[in-house]
């Protein structure tokens, strides 16, 4: 089945195709895990919902026809305004969860990078800004230490970073 064949199908038809399902859909990320001694590159997140405070690795949406290294070599553009060398991709995750009350679906790639500005390397945590249609959106970014994460630490997600990290 291609999409050119889905042009009459019906709605349900075409959600069965490109993985969603009703107002459900699986979301391709690619992710970049740049390593600085111990510590790791994240970016703070906020569940309100959950009153929660977390982490995750830069990077973000891989678009159709785009690859994951891609992806991420925009994402750190547009998030950080920063180049990356995109090496290996070390794990391929999924990850089901729940965020602001609503379940979540994400295959995750996840790919050793490391920044090509030095300077980034030197900072300790810092506010990026990214311009987006309509909005302005501030990334709270941060090197925090690998052993950090997990039992009474800091929340890392997807939580199966957290035992990649320990290997």
Same mark, same amino acid.
Not at 9 to 14: E, G, Q, S, V
């Given at each position: 089945?291609?999409?050119?064949?889905?042009?009459?199908?019906?709605?349900?038809?075409?959600?069965?195709?490109?993985?969603?399902?009703?107002?459900?859909?699986?979301?391709?990320? %690619?992710? +970049?895990?740049? =390593?600085?001694?111990? #510590?790791? !590159?994240?970016? &703070?997140?906020?569940?309100?919902?959950?009153?929660? *405070?977390?982490?995750?690795?830069?990077?973000?949406?891989?678009?159709?026809?785009?690859?994951? %290294?891609? +992806?991420?070599? =925009?994402?750190?553009? #547009?998030? !950080?305004?920063? &180049?990356?060398?995109?090496?290996?991709?070390?794990? *391929?995750?999924?990850?089901?969860?729940?965020?602001?009350?609503?379940?979540?679906?994400?295959?995750?790639?996840?790919?050793?990078?490391?920044?090509?500005?030095?300077?980034?390397?030197?900072?300790?945590?810092?506010?990026?800004?990214?311009?987006?249609?309509?909005?302005?959106?501030?990334?709270?970014?941060?090197?925090?230490?690998?052993?950090?994460?997990?039992?009474?630490?800091?929340?890392?997600?997807?939580?199966?970073?957290?035992?990649?990290?320990?290997?």
């Amino acid at each position: 089945m291609s999409p050119d064949s889905l042009a009459g199908a019906a709605p349900a038809a075409r959600a069965a195709y490109d993985g969603r399902v009703g107002d459900h859909h699986i979301r391709p990320l %690619a992710l +970049a895990l740049i =390593r600085r001694g111990d #510590e790791i !590159l994240v970016e &703070e997140g906020r569940d309100e919902t959950k009153d929660e *405070t977390f982490f995750r690795l830069l990077g973000g949406t891989i678009e159709f026809g785009e690859l994951g %290294a891609d +992806a991420i070599r =925009r994402e750190l553009q #547009e998030e !950080l305004a920063a &180049e990356v060398e995109v090496k290996a991709r070390v794990a *391929t995750l999924e990850n089901v969860f729940t965020w602001e009350g609503s379940v979540r679906h994400e295959i995750v790639l996840v790919y050793e990078c490391t920044l090509r500005d030095a300077a980034l390397n030197s900072r300790d945590q810092w506010t990026a800004h990214e311009e987006s249609p309509g909005r302005r959106i501030a990334h709270k970014i941060a090197w925090k230490r690998t052993d950090g994460f997990g039992a009474g630490g800091d929340i890392l997600y997807p939580e199966a970073l957290t035992t990649l990290l320990r290997r």
